[in-house]
């Protein structure tokens, strides 16, 4: 598939998908259609991921600080994800895709919180990818809502202090279980990390394109993989002799 060596894969892929605002002003439209087209690039986004083999796929669908935006396109996206997971159920089911989420999703409205939960349910017996969505997410809170569990089991004697490790922190963030990414991709161009995934990208290559979230499709998603291809990844070693 276009040069992709399959043998050496990203597991984990990450994306900050930025844009869509942009995309829509381009053409002189509401922002709200660069999000509905950004659900496009999201179905084939997954959709490839799902083909070539990659286990993990990260999306930052709704931010922390994206509570700040007006209410009527904070609803549009709450409609648009529960439109979202209502079409890509079957299709989830069908391809063996795991759907799970990252984030206080307790802060978003019941039924979105109802759908979240019915679709991780229903394909929780899936084991070929994990579609995991991040949403209502921050880093940073992520770290918080790990060290307020840690401390709590410091408090009641389950953990001592000295016995706290990496993966002591790494087991109490939202993505227990998942591998940290090998590839975050951001379009759009900004070249920012957004309070995204902060403890989980120490070794991360990052791809910046400055492609606007509604017009990244598998093209360009394979080309960044490529180029991830390319890299020498040492997490910190020196160069092998
Ligand atoms: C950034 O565009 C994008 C978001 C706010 C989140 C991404 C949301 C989607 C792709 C649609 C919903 C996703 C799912 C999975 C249902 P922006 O509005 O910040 O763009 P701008 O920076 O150009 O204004």
Same mark, same amino acid.
């Given at each position: 598939?276009?040069?992709?060596? @399959? #043998?050496?894969?990203?597991?984990?892929?990450? *994306?900050?998908?930025? $844009?869509?605002?942009?995309?829509?002003?381009? &053409?002189? +439209?509401?922002?709200?259609?660069?999000?509905?087209?950004?659900?496009?690039?999201?179905?084939?986004?997954?959709?490839?991921?799902?083909?070539?083999?990659?286990?993990?796929?990260?999306?930052?669908?709704?931010?922390?600080?994206?509570?700040?935006?007006?209410?009527?396109?904070?609803?549009?996206?709450?409609?648009?994800?529960?439109?979202?997971?209502?079409?890509?159920?079957?299709?989830? @089911? #069908?391809?063996?895709?795991?759907?799970?989420? *990252?984030?206080?999703? $307790?802060?978003?409205?019941?039924?979105?919180? &109802?759908? +979240?939960?019915?679709?991780?349910?229903?394909?929780?017996?899936?084991?070929?990818?994990?579609?995991?969505?991040?949403?209502?997410?921050?880093?940073?809170?992520?770290?918080?809502?790990?060290?307020?569990?840690?401390?709590?089991?410091?408090?009641?004697?389950?953990?001592?202090?000295?016995?706290?490790?990496?993966?002591?922190?790494?087991?109490?963030?939202?993505?227990?279980?998942?591998?940290?990414?090998?590839?975050?991709?951001?379009?759009?161009?900004?070249?920012?990390?957004?309070?995204?995934?902060?403890?989980?990208?120490?070794?991360?290559?990052?791809?910046?394109?400055?492609?606007?979230?509604?017009?990244?499709?598998?093209?360009?998603?394979?080309?960044?993989?490529?180029?991830?291809?390319?890299?020498?990844?040492?997490?910190?070693?020196?160069?092998?002799?």
């Amino acid at each position: 598939m276009s040069n992709i060596n @399959l #043998e050496k894969l990203p597991k984990h892929i990450a *994306i900050i998908m930025d $844009g869509n605002g942009r995309w829509a002003k381009k &053409r002189a +439209l509401n922002r709200i259609y660069g999000h509905e087209n950004g659900i496009d690039s999201v179905r084939e986004v997954v959709r490839t991921s799902r083909e070539i083999g990659i286990s993990y796929l990260t999306l930052y669908a709704f931010s922390e600080e994206n509570w700040k935006r007006p209410k009527h396109e904070v609803d549009a996206l709450m409609n648009l994800l529960k439109s979202f997971l209502k079409n890509e159920l079957d299709e989830m @089911l #069908e391809n063996g895709i795991r759907f799970q989420t *990252i984030g206080r999703s $307790g802060k978003l409205p019941e039924d979105v919180q &109802r759908l +979240l939960s019915d679709t991780s349910d229903k394909t929780s017996q899936n084991k070929d990818m994990v579609l995991n969505l991040a949403l209502s997410y921050g880093g940073r809170q992520e770290i918080l809502d790990a060290f307020q569990k840690i401390f709590m089991r410091v408090e009641s004697r389950v953990l001592r202090p000295e016995e706290i490790t990496e993966q002591t922190i790494s087991d109490s963030l939202y993505t227990t279980g998942i591998p940290d990414p090998d590839l975050l991709i951001r379009t759009s161009g900004e070249y920012r990390i957004s309070n995204f995934l902060l403890w989980q990208i120490a070794y991360t290559e990052i791809y910046i394109t400055p492609t606007l979230w509604p017009d990244f499709r598998k093209e360009e998603y394979l080309a960044a993989i490529k180029e991830f291809q390319k890299r020498e990844r040492r997490f910190g070693a020196s160069e092998a002799e």
